[in-house]
């Protein structure tokens, strides 16, 4: 099962890309320099495992993305387009990579099972 979520994953992160040059005119910099900007969301662990996980999942979350990405769309407003089109592949490629949305308890706990080794 997993392997299939990474693979729908990688085909949602490979249209993005697709997404991005079809529908926008922005520069290839304006992906690759937000590409990571997610991973801000970090800073929130340095306060406590629930604001992190909060943080994390606020900027990880496809949903939120579609939909800023459908209301540049909607309203022509191109860079929130790119934005929304940008962190939907983002959060696509991380999970391809094995980093789901997290739970409140530990960064590793997340909703595709356990980040690292296995204690067993």
Same mark, same amino acid.
């Given at each position: 099962m997993k392997s299939l979520l990474r693979a729908e994953q990688f085909?949602? *992160?490979a249209a993005s890309i697709f997404v991005f040059s079809l529908f926008t005119t922005l520069p290839w910099y304006f992906y690759a320099g937000l590409f990571l900007t997610p991973d801000s969301a970090f800073i929130g662990y340095a306060v406590n495992p629930k604001i992190g996980a909060?943080?994390?999942n606020a900027l990880h979350h496809q949903g939120i993305w579609i939909v800023v990405a459908l209301a540049g769309f909607s309203f022509g407003i191109e860079w929130l387009l790119g934005l929304g089109i940008?962190?939907?592949g983002h959060s696509a490629f991380d999970r391809v990579?094995?980093?789901g949305l997290k739970f409140?308890?530990? *960064? =590793? =706990?997340t909703h595709l099972g356990t980040i690292g080794?296995?204690?067993s």
């Open positions: 085909i949602l *992160f909060w943080c994390y940008v962190y939907v990579l094995g980093y409140e308890d530990s *960064f =590793n =706990n080794k296995s204690n």
